[in-house]
Each structure stands twice: as structure tokens, then as C-alpha cells.
């Protein structure tokens, strides 16, 4: 490096220290001041009692090669009773047809809902725990894989699969 390109060098070295000594002035001496132990969780308004209807489409493809179109409506009374039904077809490779039946539960915290889906599906009668996030614009259906716990199928927590997401559609009469 020659002599005319020394001054500049050290120039540019002292103004990166400089903006370096300014930009960490306010950073905390601890990095730990940065975490929060115990989040407050954010306020959630309450669903009010009323019905609510939403649909869930899917289009078949090489990932998933089902089609499924579902209908869920939903009536919510004393801000935490949930019932109601939900109907669906689905078709694919190895399936198809159609189910219905009936949803029985609560909502707890942050309007997340547990309920029961009481159904037939080809002509066999089962029960399913579902769980679920509601918000008068949107259903979000948590889905795991299911695995037996007596006449009940439940969501098996360690193989949590994805979010399915409902939008609020006109009920039907």
C-alpha cells in the first residue's frame, strides 16, 4: 500500500470505530436484559355469543392429493359454550365421499377452543377431539395426527402438522 492510500485507510478505520462506539452507546451491558422471563400474554377480546359460520377449501395436489371442502357453523352462548356442526366432503386416490356431524366444547384462553366432533363418515360413527382458535373473521383448526384414547380419537401433541385456516363465510339457513 502506498503512502497516498495510507491516510485514507486509517481515516475510514477511525470512522467504522467511531459509528461502532456511537451505535453500541445504547445497547444494554448485559445481553440478557434483552429476554423477558414471563411474557404478558396480549389481551384477546372475547368472542361474542352469536352464530358463526366458516368454510375450509383444498385443492388436490402432488402434496396433498385430496380435495376438501368443509362447512363449519358455530353457535357460542354464555361467552364460552361452543356447539354446532360441521359437513364436508372429500375426494382423492384411495377416498371419497362425504362426513357430518356435530361440535360440542368450550372456548378457554386467548379463544382457543377444545370440542368434540361427533361424526359419521361413510356410514361409521366416531369422535374426535379437535382443537381450534376462533375469531369472528377466521377459524384456525390446529391439526396433529390422531391417535386412539378409548372410543375418542385426540390429537397426538408430539406430531403437530399444520394450521388449517377457515375464513367466515354467510351462514346457511
Not at 436484559?33 to 395436489?61: L, R
Not at 366432533?117 to 369472528?136: C, L, M, R, V
Not at 377459524?139 to 390422531?146: A, E, F, I, P, S
Request: glycine share 8%; aromatic share 8%.
Amino acid at each position: 500500500m502506498n503512502k497516498k492510500n495510507i491516510i485514507p485507510f486509517i481515516f475510514a478505520i477511525g470512522a467504522m470505530v467511531a459509528f461502532l462506539i456511537i451505535t453500541n452507546k445504547n445497547a444494554p451491558k448485559n445481553p440478557e436484559q434483552n429476554v423477558i422471563e414471563n411474557p404478558t400474554p396480549a389481551h384477546v377480546a372475547k368472542i361474542p355469543d352469536g352464530k358463526y359460520c366458516y368454510q375450509y377449501s383444498q385443492k388436490a395436489t402432488f402434496e396433498a392429493p385430496y380435495a376438501v371442502e368443509e362447512y363449519v357453523q358455530l353457535s357460542i352462548t354464555q361467552g364460552i359454550i361452543v356447539s354446532g356442526v360441521k359437513i364436508g366432503s372429500q375426494s382423492g386416490p384411495d377416498l371419497s365421499g362425504g362426513y357430518d356431524g356435530t361440535i360440542s366444547g368450550t372456548i378457554g384462553d386467548n379463544n382457543n377452543m377444545v370440542v368434540i366432533f361427533a361424526h359419521t363418515i361413510d356410514g361409521s360413527k366416531g369422535q374426535e377431539q379437535e382443537e381450534y382458535t376462533i375469531s369472528p373473521e377466521l377459524l384456525v383448526k390446529h391439526r396433529y395426527t390422531l391417535k386412539e384414547d378409548g372410543p375418542l380419537l385426540v390429537p397426538n401433541k408430539d406430531t403437530f402438522l399444520r394450521d388449517m385456516m377457515y375464513p367466515k363465510v354467510e351462514c346457511r339457513e
